[in-house]
């Protein structure tokens, strides 16, 4: 493999700490290799992988981690960069992504993919570039001191919340500029030492989770689902949708959360432990996806009463089993 190849990391953004975490990965094992990242939303992807057209594919890698395309005009331009010569790599873990390639779309002359829901994208990467070092006996320490920070953002970014911190750090995340919190992740060592960056940011967080806890408390409205023995909660927030539902969720029983959230004007599900209800699944029927216990959509909505015309858009689709 030339080592002058340009390596160019897609992942998924602005400030998702598994989207984050992929592009440190791929930078502790591109080191002194020219190489870029570009993180984009799942708004943007297919703008951002469109607009992506080296003079020189052969001389290139890209590689999309954390995030899926939806149009076949993404599938035909990715299609023939490969064709000139551009090695491209994807690695995702997304219920939709896995979904949509089984029905034959995302249909790209991939060099090497990785799509798996067993682990997060970051650790899915960080295996699979573990692997390939091994296997051509390189030796990055750099890349295995990463180990801890990818073990969190592969419990966060699931929902598992068992490891300490890792909640934490994913909010810190998510009160940083990008680039700052790119930055953060990238200087870190194998004990996780905190930078004073993230320390102030996640003091900055207490003081945002107060504001939209009391978003979501006064605009919260709960709906019942008889026929299936669900809840659905549904209410407005700003950003941390997932510590909305977190403390919701000892509230009640059987239930979806659907929150909608002022700044990505997106929303975010979560459920009980005890709900079984595919969130990916639920989310894919609007055109979104994510994980089975945390998705996210785009649901149209007038701007007044948002929350009881998310709940009865969410009602309805589970009514139809669209989840199953």
Known sequence: ??????????????????????????????????????????????????????????????????ISWRDSSTDLHLDSLAARGLHVYWVDHHRTAIDRRAEGKLNVRFTGFVLDDS??????????????????????????????????????????????????LGLAMRAMPQQEAYRALLAMDADLTYAPAIENALRRVQEELKRTFALADETRLVSELPSRGLTVVAAECVDYAGEVADRWSKSFERAVFALYDHRSAGISFRRTPDCTVDLSRLAGGFGGGGHPAAAGCQIATTGTNRASEI???????LARGVDE
């Open 1 to 66: 493999m030339p080592e002058s190849r340009r390596v160019t990391v897609v992942s998924h953004g602005p400030n998702c700490l598994d989207g984050l975490t992929c592009a440190v990965v791929a930078a502790r094992y591109f080191g002194g290799r020219r190489y870029e990242p570009i993180f984009a939303s799942n708004r943007e992807i297919d703008d951002v992988l469109r607009a992506y057209d080296p003079s020189h594919p052969y001389d290139e890698e890209l590689w999309i981690t954390d």
């Open 119 to 168: 682990y997060s994208a970051c650790r899915l990467l960080f295996n699979y570039l573990r692997t390939r070092a091994a296997e051509r006996g390189e030796s990055k320490p750099e890349l295995l001191a990463l180990e801890k920070l990818v073990l969190l953002a592969d419990d966060v970014d699931r929902w598992i919340l068992a490891v300490p911190g890792s909640r934490e």
């Open 311 to 317: 709940a009865r858009r969410v009602i309805e689709a």
